[in-house]
């Protein structure tokens, strides 16, 4: 058997090796490669975390940050570099490495330093933790956006550092405020944890005061396991304690650990530090014996030497003079874990943590709507960046995603909790549009060869889209009387798209793979006089046809051609049209008939004064964050007037101007004929901040007549479930609603927020196209803050007010609030669920097909004989309830595919059910799956592996569970089922099977060659 003993070490050894994890940790315990400190069962064991918190943007840009420049020489490269120098010297010391976006960009410039920076990772000194591109905000962002970020970074990470840095926390210290949904996808991520920072005051007052600073997560109402451990630091953010800041920039003094120095004052140290512990222990049960303590903050450790020499000398310092505490550096892995063995009961958290207030009267809910532009520009990025990668994946062309990259990673820096936000700089948010307007151009320069490649054809178009068409210019449209309009739909059902394009006026012709389409011309809401662009001018007409039944993951092509000028004439005046009427009194819509359903209905807008911050002493003033109305009632906007009126082919639109001294206000209400929803397209611009003296916050409200909801609202979370709200009330903790009784009652809306009349039986829906602030403050009353201009900065340190310029004025922002009504329950279970057209409609908005044009010099009649006008990569539509969430390239030419379930499991008697999907193999026409493996949600991580990994399980108060979800691999032809709001993720070895046109093309080479051949021989 001696053998046997001189073999065991050398397996160990090897398995080492393979797995990167490290051998051994003597005298500590190991969580996968991170090696942890021994603790001691004897005292309180404080986990100091290192770290250093670097904003993808905020004060600076992104470059700026990176490189040190510009107003403060804070380098997150000179950082990220100090502090693998400072842990080389010591193998005692940890770090956490946070965001992928500034790493990634270090990587790629030192690459001197890689060898070091992946040692000590390998070697459990520094822990990749979170792994987005950014640290993404939670109320702003849609889950799609946040998955991919997510997806995208962590890919990166195991590229550049292997498989021991692949995190397992999320650390999400810094949004102000955190969604449930964030909570379900880190679940469905494999996380084990999610820490943060900002809490409510009273309700983190609560908390400290029952001990619940540790708790349990579900984030889901429909998917059992999501249950993930949170954590709320105990400092009162996530710096270290006052008096304890080494870093260049801080002015604490150092430790002075020589007895024979004048100045010595360790020991001095040492008790005030445990004077701020023994304040932490009484947030925790009396068993608690661990102490999470965040030692770092904004763009920290520059020179990492000084915090770290500090910290050794503070912790030899208690091991000396100390009896209680027991000083470790450590890591949110090595914490997590010594939480799990201690075994601790746990409260469980349903709900999330909106409104974020860090004081009295201090309610962040303004940013829910800062910045409206770049807020709808970002959800325009995401669904060109769909569609753009399910076009290339479907390519057998273009299977590399090089031209991708940087549209990924520009939307993964707008996720950022100072990006998508609105809390950023001007020139930091002109910095973003920049970024994503150059990527965008980028994703979209192939995308007429690949159109063409499905099409059969070899003729090129230079196709892109219109980023401007919102107003009212496109230079295609504008300056060709022929053009070619290519729809893509990036769903996996066909749906029917109206097409609203600049154009110059005069009659037109459309053809399409269906025939000749009818067409509207309608004047445009507005003259866009303001906007001064070189060699562009916006124009007053615009096309409006109908690409109708677009197939899923398919084009249609229409050949537009201008044949000769016609008058535009519009009524001025209306009362009543086939959906909706107007009262002539006031101006305003006064009911609303759809689906057979009437509803009562006005809509106005109103803003709230800003209060300055000083009317009352309280020094907290509306901001770029913070929402703080000087009066809770708002000024209503009067002098509302009809300008036109249009009852065409397609649409019915009434147009409404509101004469006032305080904004443009403008909007037109639209029905497109036989959809299910009211458009409310609307421009609030240049904002006046010289009248009445105060900002201005405008909203859009609608009062519902005879609708009684019972103060209770719903608004969606992250554009997924729906979390009920209740006036004046939270659900875990008490507050005062006297203080800012509308602020306080504000939630950030996504995708839509919805009331209900159960005795009625009716729920009326608003859909949004971007992030905007919500609440319903009366009976049937609903409202959404659409745009935001203030004179005060909200201290909270952007140091800037939000008074946003453009073309030498105040800047105008424009968008779409749909509106839906129905039953709540249907007494026919046949028919669709009001629920669930909502959501339908939603996933429709979020994932618009996407319309690229191009001028061409062919006639309809030539253009259909050099190329197909149709085509579909499907060999089916799925069904409605399921959404092809992601397809796009991997690795190694592989693809990567998320399939959800859009329904909750109480939306709908039929599609709430679970859906099943019989052969995934043959799902595409020209692809055959020949493996798949199923992965946890980033994919960074399979099935097999988070089963052979494990995950914790926890004790709840009066209840144990394990939060593992050990799904095991499956075969391409087996059937796939999901549950209400489940997501499944696969990649996808396949074969491409030839468009006909690439195998005429190979059928040419391959002759060719054998001509060669021949010839040769």
Avoid at 417 to 436: F, K, P
Avoid at 707 to 726: A, M
Wanted: glycine share 6%; proline share 3%.
């Amino acid at each position: 058997m001696v053998h046997n003993v001189l073999i065991l070490p050398v397996i160990v050894f090897l398995i080492a090796t393979v797995t990167g994890v490290p051998a051994g940790n003597a005298g500590g315990y190991n969580v996968g490669c991170v090696k942890c400190h021994a603790l001691d069962k004897n005292k309180i064991n404080i986990h100091l975390i290192p770290h250093s918190h670097d904003d993808v943007g905020w004060v600076k840009t992104v470059d700026e940050y990176f490189y040190g420049v510009n107003s403060g020489q804070v380098s997150v490269s000179l950082i990220i570099t100090s502090v693998v120098e400072a842990l080389k010297r010591n193998p005692n010391r940890r770090f956490i490495q946070v965001e992928t976006a500034f790493f990634h960009k270090w990587w790629e410039e030192n690459e001197d330093l890689r060898e070091d920076f992946k040692y000590l990772v390998d070697n459990g000194q520094i822990e990749m933790v979170n792994g987005a591109w950014s640290m993404n905000d939670e109320a702003c962002v849609n889950y799609q956006s946040t998955i991919d970020q997510f997806t995208w970074g962590l890919r990166k990470i195991e590229e550049m550092v292997g498989k021991c840095g692949r995190p397992r926390v999320g650390w999400q210290i810094d949004p102000f405020g955190h969604s449930r949904e964030q909570a379900s996808i880190l679940s469905q991520m494999g996380f084990d944890a999610m820490l943060f920072a900002r809490m409510d005051h009273d309700d983190k007052d609560k908390r400290i005061q029952n001990g619940d600073l540790n708790f349990l997560w579900k984030g889901s109402a429909n998917i059992d396991d999501s249950i993930i451990f949170g954590s709320c630091f105990p400092n009162s953010l996530y710096n270290e304690p006052d008096w304890f800041c080494w870093d260049i920039n801080c002015g604490d003094d150092q430790i002075v650990d020589n007895p024979h120095s004048p100045i010595y004052n360790l020991e001095e140290k040492v008790k005030k530090f445990a004077t701020v512990l023994q304040n932490f222990s009484t947030y925790y049960p009396e068993e608690n014996k661990n102490i999470l303590v965040t030692m770092g903050g904004d763009f920290q450790y520059q020179a990492a030497g000084y915090n770290f020499g500090n910290m050794d000398k503070l912790i030899k310092g208690f091991q000396t003079f100390d009896t209680e505490f027991n000083l470790i550096y450590s890591t949110p892995s090595c914490y997590i874990k010594a939480v799990n063995d201690a075994r601790p009961n746990l409260s469980l958290k349903t709900d999330d943590f909106f409104p974020y207030s860090d004081r009295n009267n201090a309610f962040w809910a303004g940013y829910f709507t800062s910045r409206p532009t770049i807020k709808r520009f970002e959800r325009t990025g995401h669904n060109i960046l769909q569609a753009t990668k399910q076009m290339y994946a479907l390519s057998s062309s273009f299977s590399d995603d090089g031209k991708l990259t940087e549209l990924k990673e520009a939307m993964g820096v707008l996720q950022h909790h100072d990006a998508i936000t609105g809390t950023e700089q001007q020139h930091v948010t002109s910095d973003y549009v920049r970024m994503l307007t150059k990527a965008i151009k980028e994703s979209e320069e192939p995308l007429g060869e690949i159109i063409s490649e499905f099409l059969e054809s070899d003729v090129k178009m230079d196709l892109s889209s219109c980023l401007l068409s919102n107003m009212s210019i496109c230079s295609t449209s504008q300056n060709n009387d022929k053009f070619v309009v290519a729809v893509y739909n990036p769903l996996a059902w066909k749906t029917t798209h109206y097409i609203r394009l600049p154009v110059k006026g005069g009659s037109y012709q459309i053809n399409g793979p269906d025939g000749t389409e009818v067409y509207d011309l309608i004047e445009t809401l507005f003259s866009f006089n303001y906007v001064k662009i070189k060699n562009e001018k916006p124009s007053s007409i615009e096309l409006v046809f109908a690409a109708r039944d677009i197939p899923p993951f398919g084009f249609k092509i229409y050949h537009i051609q201008r044949t000769k000028k016609v008058k535009i004439t519009n009524k001025t005046r209306v009362s009543k049209v086939t959906s909706f009427e107007m009262d002539l009194v006031t101006n305003l819509i006064k009911s609303v008939t759809l689906n057979g359903v009437s509803i009562n209905v006005s809509q106005n807008f109103h803003f709230y004064q800003s209060n300055d911050g000083y009317s009352d002493a309280s020094e907290v003033a509306s901001g770029a964050y913070i929402f703080r109305p000087l009066r809770d009632e708002p000024l209503v906007l009067e002098n509302a007037t009809i300008i036109k009126q249009f009852s065409g082919k397609l649409i019915e639109e009434v147009h409404q101007k509101w004469k006032n001294e305080y904004a443009d206000v403008y909007q037109s209400i639209r029905w497109y004929k036989n959809e299910n929803y009211l458009e409310f397209d609307w421009i609030v611009g240049n904002i006046d901040l010289d009248k009445v003296g105060f900002g201005k916050e405008f909203i859009s409200r609608f009062n519902i007549d005879n609708f009684d909801n019972k103060d209770t609202f719903y608004t969606d979370s992250n554009g997924r479930e729906l979390i009920e709200r209740v006036k004046n009330n939270r659900p875990t903790y008490s507050y005062n609603s006297s203080q800012e009784p509308v602020a306080s009652n504000y939630y950030p809306v996504t995708s839509r927020i919805v009331i209900k009349d159960e005795k009625k039986n009716l729920e009326v829906a608003i859909l949004t196209d971007r992030s905007q602030g919500g609440t319903s403050l009366d009976k049937g009353q609903l409202e959404l803050m659409v745009h935001r201009r203030l004179v005060f900065d909200d201290n909270r340190g952007v140091a800037e007010s939000l008074d946003e310029y453009e073309f030498d004025g105040g800047l105008y922002a424009r968008g779409s609030h749909y509106l839906v009504f129905g039953p709540i329950k249907n007494t026919d279970k046949d028919k669709q669920s009001t629920a669930a057209k909502e959501r339908i409609l939603a996933q429709k908005k979020l994932l618009q097909p996407w319309v690229g044009l191009a001028p061409t010099n062919f006639t309809f009649e030539q253009l259909k004989h050099k190329m197909k006008l149709s085509y579909g990569a499907l060999t089916a539509e799925l069904p409605e309830n399921v959404n092809i969430l992601t397809f796009e390239p991997w690795v190694n030419g592989s693809y990567l595919l998320r399939l959800e379930h859009i329904m909750e499991k109480d939306d709908d008697n039929v599609l709430s059910m679970p859906a099943k999907i019989s052969n995934l193999k043959d799902i595409f026409k020209n692809i055959t799956v020949t493996e798949m493996t199923e992965t946890t949600l980033a994919a960074h991580l399979t099935r097999t592996e988070l089963s052979e990994r494990g995950k914790y399980s926890w004790i709840m108060i009066n209840n144990s569970f394990s939060t593992t979800n050990a799904r095991t691999v499956i075969n391409a032809d087996e059937q796939i089922t999901l549950n209400p709001m489940e997501i499944r993720t696969f990649i996808l070895k396949t074969e491409k099977k030839s468009n006909s046109a690439n195998g005429r093309n190979s059928c040419f080479i391959s002759f060719g060659i054998l001509f060669l051949v021949l010839y040769l021989f």
